[in-house]
């Protein structure tokens, strides 16, 4: 069978035989039923969902000098390399 955006069945049901089923969709009416259906439970919300973009210009690297780089520690078995 085919479902219908709004779930209900708009075709025939194929269950007595094997076979292929065709119908035509209208892609269209999916378009409003998605804006309104929340299917995780809270991306809708709009009373606790803020969009915001800053679009200052930004510098593509910035280096903290008050942050040492981390080095690999000694070798603690004291084994000379060389």
Do not use: W
């Amino acid at each position: 069978m085919v479902i219908g955006p709004s779930g209900e069945v708009i075709s025939d049901t194929l269950c007595e035989s094997e076979g292929l089923l065709y119908h035509e969709v209208d892609i269209g009416q999916c378009v409003e039923p998605k804006q309104f259906h929340d299917v995780v439970g809270y991306y809708n919300r709009f009373d606790v969902f803020d969009l915001k973009v800053d679009r200052t210009r930004r510098a593509p690297v910035r280096f903290d000098a008050a942050v040492a780089p981390r080095l690999p520690a000694p070798d603690a078995s004291g084994a000379d390399e060389g």
